[in-house]
Protein backbone atom coordinates (compact mmCIF):
# COMPACT_ATOMS: atom_id res chain seq x y z
CA UNK A 1 0.00 0.00 0.00
CA UNK A 2 1.74 3.65 -1.28
CA UNK A 3 1.86 6.13 1.82
CA UNK A 4 -0.62 8.90 1.67
CA UNK A 5 1.02 11.65 -0.48
CA UNK A 6 2.04 14.85 1.45
CA UNK A 7 0.01 17.98 0.44
CA UNK A 8 2.27 20.85 -1.05
CA UNK A 9 4.09 23.38 1.82
CA UNK A 10 3.90 26.22 -1.38
CA UNK A 11 0.00 25.62 -2.26
CA UNK A 12 -0.34 28.21 -5.28
CA UNK A 13 2.88 28.79 -5.72
CA UNK A 14 4.75 25.51 -6.92
CA UNK A 15 6.03 28.30 -9.58
CA UNK A 16 7.77 30.09 -7.06
CA UNK A 17 11.23 27.95 -7.25
CA UNK A 18 11.69 27.76 -11.19
CA UNK A 19 10.92 31.73 -11.27
CA UNK A 20 13.91 32.40 -8.73
CA UNK A 21 16.35 29.80 -10.16
CA UNK A 22 15.87 31.22 -13.86
CA UNK A 23 15.47 35.14 -13.31
CA UNK A 24 19.06 37.38 -12.45
CA UNK A 25 18.76 38.80 -8.99
CA UNK A 26 17.14 42.67 -8.76
CA UNK A 27 19.72 45.49 -10.44
CA UNK A 28 20.07 48.05 -7.86
CA UNK A 29 21.44 51.47 -9.24
CA UNK A 30 24.16 51.69 -6.76
CA UNK A 31 27.18 49.36 -5.19
CA UNK A 32 25.34 49.97 -1.58
CA UNK A 33 22.10 49.38 -2.54
CA UNK A 34 23.06 46.15 -4.77
CA UNK A 35 24.77 45.05 -1.59
CA UNK A 36 21.67 45.67 0.60
CA UNK A 37 19.29 43.73 -2.68
CA UNK A 38 21.98 40.69 -2.43
CA UNK A 39 21.65 40.37 1.37
CA UNK A 40 17.91 40.42 1.17
CA UNK A 41 18.22 37.53 -2.10
CA UNK A 42 15.33 39.76 -4.02
CA UNK A 43 14.29 38.47 -7.46
CA UNK A 44 14.81 40.54 -10.76
CA UNK A 45 11.23 41.41 -12.56
CA UNK A 46 10.50 40.39 -15.87
CA UNK A 47 8.89 42.56 -18.24
CA UNK A 48 5.96 45.07 -16.51
CA UNK A 49 2.54 43.44 -16.13
CA UNK A 50 -0.59 43.48 -18.27
CA UNK A 51 -2.88 45.38 -15.59
CA UNK A 52 -6.67 44.64 -15.76
CA UNK A 53 -8.91 47.30 -14.32
CA UNK A 54 -11.78 45.79 -12.32
CA UNK A 55 -14.06 48.33 -11.58
CA UNK A 56 -13.85 52.56 -10.85
CA UNK A 57 -15.62 54.32 -8.55
CA UNK A 58 -15.63 58.11 -7.01
CA UNK A 59 -16.78 59.06 -3.55
CA UNK A 60 -16.33 62.05 -1.23
CA UNK A 61 -13.78 63.30 -3.66
CA UNK A 62 -11.51 60.36 -4.28
CA UNK A 63 -12.09 58.10 -7.34
CA UNK A 64 -10.77 54.62 -6.12
CA UNK A 65 -9.74 51.45 -8.97
CA UNK A 66 -9.57 48.37 -8.80
CA UNK A 67 -6.84 46.70 -10.63
CA UNK A 68 -4.91 43.12 -11.05
CA UNK A 69 -1.78 42.00 -12.48
CA UNK A 70 0.11 38.64 -12.43
CA UNK A 71 3.72 38.64 -11.84
CA UNK A 72 5.66 36.00 -12.97
CA UNK A 73 4.76 33.25 -9.97
CA UNK A 74 2.01 32.38 -7.48
CA UNK A 75 -1.30 34.03 -7.57
CA UNK A 76 -2.44 37.47 -9.28
CA UNK A 77 -2.18 40.61 -6.96
CA UNK A 78 -4.67 42.89 -6.55
CA UNK A 79 -4.19 46.08 -5.54
CA UNK A 80 -6.15 49.77 -5.50
CA UNK A 81 -5.37 52.91 -7.26
CA UNK A 82 -6.77 56.28 -5.21
CA UNK A 83 -6.85 59.73 -6.77
CA UNK A 84 -8.41 63.10 -6.51
CA UNK A 85 -11.66 63.21 -8.18
CA UNK A 86 -11.22 64.76 -11.74
CA UNK A 87 -7.70 66.22 -10.87
CA UNK A 88 -6.16 66.69 -14.60
CA UNK A 89 -2.91 67.87 -13.72
CA UNK A 90 0.63 65.50 -12.75
CA UNK A 91 0.42 64.52 -9.53
CA UNK A 92 2.84 63.20 -7.07
CA UNK A 93 2.58 59.62 -5.86
CA UNK A 94 2.85 57.76 -3.04
CA UNK A 95 2.93 53.98 -2.81
CA UNK A 96 1.14 52.84 0.47
CA UNK A 97 2.58 49.37 1.97
CA UNK A 98 0.33 47.45 4.69
CA UNK A 99 1.28 46.19 7.87
CA UNK A 100 1.74 42.69 8.82
CA UNK A 101 -0.64 42.44 11.70
CA UNK A 102 -0.68 39.00 12.24
CA UNK A 103 -3.76 38.99 9.48
CA UNK A 104 -2.14 37.44 5.62
CA UNK A 105 -6.15 36.66 4.77
CA UNK A 106 -6.19 40.06 4.08
CA UNK A 107 -3.78 42.97 2.59
CA UNK A 108 -4.33 46.07 1.52
CA UNK A 109 -7.90 46.62 1.60
CA UNK A 110 -7.66 47.66 5.13
CA UNK A 111 -6.03 50.73 3.68
CA UNK A 112 -8.58 51.67 1.42
CA UNK A 113 -12.23 52.71 1.58
CA UNK A 114 -14.33 50.08 -0.26
CA UNK A 115 -17.61 49.20 -0.65
CA UNK A 116 -17.38 45.55 0.12
CA UNK A 117 -14.56 45.77 2.80
CA UNK A 118 -14.07 42.25 4.76
CA UNK A 119 -14.47 42.33 8.50
CA UNK A 120 -10.86 41.55 8.72
CA UNK A 121 -9.84 44.53 7.02
CA UNK A 122 -12.38 46.73 9.25
CA UNK A 123 -11.16 44.98 12.28
CA UNK A 124 -7.34 45.73 11.17
CA UNK A 125 -7.95 49.03 10.60
CA UNK A 126 -10.01 50.26 13.70
CA UNK A 127 -7.03 48.10 15.77
CA UNK A 128 -3.92 49.76 13.85
CA UNK A 129 -5.08 52.48 11.86
CA UNK A 130 -7.13 54.79 14.22
CA UNK A 131 -10.52 53.78 11.89
CA UNK A 132 -8.64 55.51 9.22
CA UNK A 133 -8.22 54.07 5.67
CA UNK A 134 -4.94 54.85 5.03
CA UNK A 135 -4.21 55.47 1.41
CA UNK A 136 -7.51 57.04 0.37
CA UNK A 137 -6.74 59.99 2.88
CA UNK A 138 -3.39 60.44 1.21
CA UNK A 139 -5.40 60.61 -1.69
CA UNK A 140 -7.82 63.24 -0.68
CA UNK A 141 -4.99 65.14 -0.39
CA UNK A 142 -3.93 65.60 -3.40
CA UNK A 143 -1.97 62.30 -4.26
CA UNK A 144 -2.34 59.25 -6.78
CA UNK A 145 -1.85 55.85 -4.60
CA UNK A 146 -1.49 52.81 -4.51
CA UNK A 147 -2.01 50.15 -2.24
CA UNK A 148 -1.70 46.30 -3.27
CA UNK A 149 -1.41 42.67 -1.54
CA UNK A 150 1.92 42.22 -1.27
CA UNK A 151 3.58 38.32 -1.60
CA UNK A 152 1.89 36.36 0.95
CA UNK A 153 -0.89 38.52 1.97
CA UNK A 154 -4.57 38.90 0.32
CA UNK A 155 -4.99 38.08 -3.13
CA UNK A 156 -1.13 36.90 -2.95
CA UNK A 157 -1.70 34.44 -0.26
CA UNK A 158 -0.79 31.27 -0.31
CA UNK A 159 -3.05 27.98 -0.56
CA UNK A 160 -3.70 26.88 3.22
CA UNK A 161 -7.25 24.87 2.20
CA UNK A 162 -5.30 21.98 3.08
CA UNK A 163 -2.63 22.62 5.32
CA UNK A 164 0.98 21.07 5.07
CA UNK A 165 2.07 18.84 8.06
CA UNK A 166 3.69 21.28 10.36
CA UNK A 167 1.21 23.76 9.95
CA UNK A 168 -1.63 21.26 9.93
CA UNK A 169 -1.09 19.68 13.46
CA UNK A 170 -0.52 23.51 14.92
CA UNK A 171 -3.98 24.42 13.63
CA UNK A 172 -5.52 21.25 15.14
CA UNK A 173 -4.01 22.62 18.36
CA UNK A 174 -5.48 26.08 17.92
CA UNK A 175 -8.82 24.60 16.65
CA UNK A 176 -8.81 22.72 20.32
CA UNK A 177 -8.01 26.00 22.20
CA UNK A 178 -10.85 27.73 19.99
CA UNK A 179 -13.51 24.56 21.13
CA UNK A 180 -12.77 24.98 24.63
CA UNK A 181 -12.94 28.63 25.01
CA UNK A 182 -16.13 28.42 23.31
CA UNK A 183 -15.00 30.72 20.03
CA UNK A 184 -16.63 30.38 16.99
CA UNK A 185 -13.59 30.92 14.58
CA UNK A 186 -13.92 33.07 11.19
CA UNK A 187 -12.57 32.04 7.59
CA UNK A 188 -9.90 35.08 8.21
CA UNK A 189 -9.43 33.80 11.96
CA UNK A 190 -8.90 29.79 10.31
CA UNK A 191 -6.66 31.66 7.63
CA UNK A 192 -4.54 33.35 9.74
CA UNK A 193 -3.83 30.99 12.45
CA UNK A 194 -2.56 28.87 9.72
CA UNK A 195 -0.72 31.65 7.87
CA UNK A 196 1.32 32.53 11.20
CA UNK A 197 2.78 28.97 11.57
CA UNK A 198 2.99 28.78 7.90
CA UNK A 199 5.42 31.94 7.86
CA UNK A 200 8.19 29.41 9.41
CA UNK A 201 8.04 27.27 6.07
CA UNK A 202 7.76 30.30 3.52
CA UNK A 203 10.95 31.38 5.51
CA UNK A 204 12.96 28.16 5.06
CA UNK A 205 11.54 27.99 1.21
CA UNK A 206 13.14 31.18 0.50
CA UNK A 207 16.23 30.53 2.54
CA UNK A 208 16.73 27.19 0.63
CA UNK A 209 16.22 29.46 -3.03
CA UNK A 210 18.80 31.82 -1.96
CA UNK A 211 15.73 34.70 -1.03
CA UNK A 212 14.26 35.82 1.92
CA UNK A 213 10.39 36.74 3.21
CA UNK A 214 11.84 40.37 2.97
CA UNK A 215 13.34 39.94 -0.18
CA UNK A 216 10.36 38.20 -1.90
CA UNK A 217 8.21 40.98 -0.28
CA UNK A 218 10.26 43.83 -1.50
CA UNK A 219 10.07 42.02 -4.97
CA UNK A 220 6.75 42.38 -5.11
CA UNK A 221 6.83 46.05 -3.95
CA UNK A 222 9.61 46.86 -6.49
CA UNK A 223 7.09 46.04 -9.40
CA UNK A 224 3.77 47.94 -7.89
CA UNK A 225 6.32 50.67 -7.60
CA UNK A 226 7.01 50.84 -10.94
CA UNK A 227 3.44 49.93 -12.10
CA UNK A 228 2.81 53.45 -10.05
CA UNK A 229 5.59 55.37 -12.13
CA UNK A 230 3.87 54.16 -15.19
CA UNK A 231 -0.22 55.64 -14.49
CA UNK A 232 -1.05 58.45 -16.53
CA UNK A 233 -0.66 61.72 -14.47
CA UNK A 234 1.71 60.68 -12.08
CA UNK A 235 4.85 62.92 -11.52
CA UNK A 236 7.77 60.20 -11.79
CA UNK A 237 10.20 62.70 -10.06
CA UNK A 238 7.65 63.07 -6.84
CA UNK A 239 7.03 59.20 -5.45
CA UNK A 240 7.18 57.92 -2.09
CA UNK A 241 5.84 55.63 0.56
CA UNK A 242 4.44 54.65 3.05
CA UNK A 243 4.47 51.97 5.78
CA UNK A 244 3.23 51.17 9.60
CA UNK A 245 4.70 48.49 11.64
CA UNK A 246 6.08 45.91 9.20
CA UNK A 247 4.66 48.39 5.95
CA UNK A 248 7.35 50.67 7.47
CA UNK A 249 9.65 48.36 7.35
CA UNK A 250 8.64 47.50 3.66
CA UNK A 251 8.44 51.88 2.86
CA UNK A 252 12.23 51.25 4.35
CA UNK A 253 13.65 48.64 2.68
CA UNK A 254 12.26 50.64 -0.90
CA UNK A 255 13.96 53.69 -0.38
CA UNK A 256 16.50 51.37 -0.10
CA UNK A 257 16.63 49.61 -2.80
CA UNK A 258 14.81 52.26 -5.42
CA UNK A 259 16.21 55.58 -6.54
CA UNK A 260 12.94 56.33 -7.34
CA UNK A 261 11.47 57.20 -3.64
CA UNK A 262 12.28 60.58 -2.82
CA UNK A 263 10.40 60.06 0.65
CA UNK A 264 9.84 57.71 3.08
CA UNK A 265 7.68 57.32 6.00
CA UNK A 266 8.52 54.69 8.38
CA UNK A 267 5.83 54.22 11.24
CA UNK A 268 6.48 51.83 14.32
CA UNK A 269 8.95 50.05 12.50
CA UNK A 270 12.53 51.29 13.90
CA UNK A 271 15.15 50.26 16.67
CA UNK A 272 18.66 48.80 16.70
CA UNK A 273 19.29 45.24 16.14
CA UNK A 274 21.34 44.90 19.43
CA UNK A 275 18.47 46.09 21.64
CA UNK A 276 15.82 43.35 20.17
CA UNK A 277 18.22 40.77 22.11
CA UNK A 278 17.46 38.71 23.85
CA UNK A 279 13.53 39.44 24.63
CA UNK A 280 12.14 40.98 22.10
CA UNK A 281 12.99 39.04 19.01
CA UNK A 282 10.26 36.87 19.60
CA UNK A 283 7.98 39.71 18.91
CA UNK A 284 9.25 40.25 15.45
CA UNK A 285 8.28 38.47 11.94
CA UNK A 286 10.61 37.37 9.36
CA UNK A 287 10.09 40.49 7.56
CA UNK A 288 12.13 42.14 9.92
CA UNK A 289 15.18 39.33 10.72
CA UNK A 290 16.69 37.74 7.35
CA UNK A 291 19.76 36.07 7.94
CA UNK A 292 22.73 38.05 7.78
CA UNK A 293 21.51 41.46 7.58
CA UNK A 294 23.35 42.68 10.65
CA UNK A 295 26.23 42.21 8.24
CA UNK A 296 25.03 45.32 6.49
CA UNK A 297 24.80 47.79 9.60
CA UNK A 298 22.59 48.37 11.58
CA UNK A 299 18.83 48.63 10.86
CA UNK A 300 19.10 52.76 11.08
CA UNK A 301 22.08 52.04 8.62
CA UNK A 302 20.10 51.00 6.04
CA UNK A 303 18.75 54.30 5.38
CA UNK A 304 22.19 55.67 4.12
CA UNK A 305 22.02 53.24 1.40
CA UNK A 306 18.78 55.22 -0.23
CA UNK A 307 19.77 57.00 -3.53
CA UNK A 308 17.29 60.09 -2.64
CA UNK A 309 14.86 59.78 0.00
CA UNK A 310 13.93 61.51 2.66
CA UNK A 311 12.64 59.89 5.79
CA UNK A 312 10.22 60.63 8.55
CA UNK A 313 10.93 57.78 11.40
CA UNK A 314 7.88 57.98 13.68
CA UNK A 315 8.09 55.70 17.13
CA UNK A 316 5.84 55.19 19.84
CA UNK A 317 7.25 55.26 23.19
CA UNK A 318 4.80 52.01 24.44
CA UNK A 319 4.92 50.25 21.82
CA UNK A 320 5.16 46.62 22.59
CA UNK A 321 7.27 45.28 20.19
CA UNK A 322 10.03 47.81 20.73
CA UNK A 323 12.39 48.65 23.57
CA UNK A 324 12.56 52.24 24.48
CA UNK A 325 15.86 52.32 24.41
CA UNK A 326 16.28 50.71 21.19
CA UNK A 327 14.29 53.59 19.72
CA UNK A 328 16.09 56.45 20.97
CA UNK A 329 19.61 54.75 19.84
CA UNK A 330 18.19 54.71 16.69
CA UNK A 331 17.20 58.03 17.07
CA UNK A 332 20.43 58.89 16.98
CA UNK A 333 22.53 56.95 14.79
CA UNK A 334 20.06 58.40 12.16
CA UNK A 335 20.96 62.23 13.42
CA UNK A 336 24.28 61.41 12.94
CA UNK A 337 23.84 59.81 9.73
CA UNK A 338 21.92 62.19 8.17
CA UNK A 339 23.53 65.44 10.09
CA UNK A 340 23.22 68.41 7.93
CA UNK A 341 21.47 66.80 5.23
CA UNK A 342 18.01 67.67 5.81
CA UNK A 343 17.18 64.19 5.23
CA UNK A 344 15.75 62.49 8.58
CA UNK A 345 13.01 63.82 10.81
CA UNK A 346 12.29 61.97 13.94
CA UNK A 347 9.63 62.10 15.82
CA UNK A 348 8.13 60.37 19.38
CA UNK A 349 4.88 59.63 20.36
CA UNK A 350 2.67 58.45 23.42
CA UNK A 351 0.95 55.18 22.98
CA UNK A 352 1.93 51.50 21.82
CA UNK A 353 1.69 49.82 18.50
CA UNK A 354 -0.75 51.90 16.38
CA UNK A 355 -0.48 54.83 13.73
CA UNK A 356 -2.93 56.88 15.02
CA UNK A 357 -4.55 59.91 13.84
CA UNK A 358 -2.15 62.33 14.59
CA UNK A 359 0.90 60.10 13.27
CA UNK A 360 -0.96 59.67 10.07
CA UNK A 361 -1.41 63.76 9.58
CA UNK A 362 1.68 63.89 10.66
CA UNK A 363 2.89 61.61 8.10
CA UNK A 364 0.54 63.35 5.30
CA UNK A 365 2.03 66.96 5.71
CA UNK A 366 5.70 65.60 5.52
CA UNK A 367 5.02 64.10 2.44
CA UNK A 368 2.88 67.58 1.27
CA UNK A 369 6.22 69.09 1.81
CA UNK A 370 8.46 66.51 0.38
CA UNK A 371 6.51 65.53 -2.47
CA UNK A 372 4.23 68.95 -3.10
CA UNK A 373 1.11 68.12 -5.25
CA UNK A 374 -0.33 70.92 -6.62
CA UNK A 375 -3.40 72.49 -5.35
CA UNK A 376 -6.98 71.21 -5.61
CA UNK A 377 -9.69 72.78 -7.34
CA UNK A 378 -12.75 73.20 -5.40
CA UNK A 379 -16.15 72.57 -6.91
CA UNK A 380 -19.30 72.73 -4.90
CA UNK A 381 -19.74 68.75 -5.06
CA UNK A 382 -16.07 68.65 -3.16
CA UNK A 383 -12.37 68.33 -4.52
CA UNK A 384 -12.15 67.78 -8.02
Known amino acids: MSPTPRPSAIAGYEDWPAYVRSNPRHRASTAAAQEFSDALGVPGSLAPPEVTVHWEQTHDGATTSQLSWQLGFGPRTTGWLVRPAGHPVPLPAVLAL ?49 A ?121 MMTTFESLLPAYLDAHSWLLQTPGLWKLGDWPELTGRSAAARFLVQYALGDELFPEDGMRQAHQLLESIHAGTGRYTGSFWPGGHVFTAAMQDEALEFLAQALPPPPLQNTPQGPR
Open 148 to 268: HNTFAWGSRRFDLTTAPWRTAAAVTAQRAQWREDGVVPSAADEYNAAAGFHEDTVAKTAGLLGTSLAGMVAHDDLAALELLAAQPGVDQDRLGCIGFSGGGGRSLTLAALSPRIRASVVAC
Open 98 to 146: HCHGGNKFGGADRLVELPDNHPSAASARAGHYDGRALATGIARKGFVVL
